[in-house]
């Protein structure tokens, strides 16, 4: 075998054994929710979401793939600002955030209802010590825009949107569909009493009936990770080295 090819076999299975390590996460694809109102599911123990009734409902249909997701309320208020908020605790997440201090997020996202031209009809935040560190805006025609730069997605079709929070350097990475968006951009503001806590997710509705007709915004598989540690994907290239230099010295 060469040389070269014995330090590819060493570092690929190194660096695959570290990747075959599950991050810690917690995933929301309401498959155990009930029908109707969001404010109080999931039963049982755990994080709750939280707001005023009336707002959004888990509905069968309109999830990604045709399962249940969230939906806002097809008899809407009337009123406005209502807010939605999703703030599972460190110890359902898991993971060593102390020593990470970066959390990775997504949502899958279908802006359904009839477009009304650029109306910014519902903001998602995520939070952290109850501040907004980000400002996710969804507008009735497709526009996403996140600090000031603008996507324009299909609509009536599924997105996912990811995001990459780092605590340690205050700063936050956004790519839709894959593609970047926006990169390394400072917080929007500093959560209270420092970055204690993962973060979750607050969703705001800006708008009434009659602004946006239906105010049709679907939404599905929330996930917040912390990312497995990368020291032993740092440690594959000089263990990968060692075993070449051994490798090549008995020849």
């Known amino acids: 075998m060469r040389a070269g090819g014995l330090a ?3 570092l690929g299975g190194l660096i695959a054994s ?3 390590a599950a991050p810690a996460a917690v995933l929301v694809n309401f498959t155990d929710y009930a ?3 969001i404010v109080g599911q999931p039963s049982g123990s755990g994080t709750q979401w939280a707001a005023g009734s009336g707002s959004f409902v888990v509905d069968g249909g309109v999830g990604k793939g045709g399962g249940k997701g969230l939906l ?3 008899t809407y208020p009337g009123s ?3 807010n939605l908020d999703y703030l599972p605790t ?3 997440i898991g993971g060593d955030f102390a020593t990470q201090k970066v959390v990775n997020f997504s949502f899958d996202f279908n802006l359904a209802g009839p477009s009304t031209g650029n ?3 519902y903001r998602i935040f995520f939070r952290s010590n109850n501040t907004n560190t980000l400002q996710i805006d969804l507008n009735s025609n497709g526009n996403v825009t996140v600090a000031g730069t603008t996507a324009n997605v299909t609509r009536s079709a599924y997105h996912t949107l990811s995001g990459v929070v780092d605590y340690a350097t205050s700063t936050y990475s956004i790519t839709i569909d894959d593609a970047a968006l926006v990169s390394n951009i400072a917080f929007a503001a500093t959560p209270v009493g420092g970055y204690t806590t993962y973060g979750g997710f607050r969703i705001f ?3 009434t009936e009659a602004q946006w007709p239906n105010n049709d915004l679907a939404l599905d598989n929330f996930t917040i990770a912390v990312p497995e540690p990368a020291s032993l994907a740092a440690l594959a290239v000089p263990a990968g080295a060692m075993l070449l230099r051994r490798r090549t010295a008995r020849r």
């Open 205 to 207: 509705n800006r708008l």
């Open 18 to 20: 570290t990747a075959s």
């Open 119 to 121: 109306v910014n009809g």
């Open 72 to 74: 806002t309320a097809p």
């Open 80 to 82: 406005t600002n209502i």
């Open 90 to 92: 460190a110890a359902e």
């Open 8 to 10: 590819r076999m060493v």
């Open 35 to 37: 029908n109707g109102e």
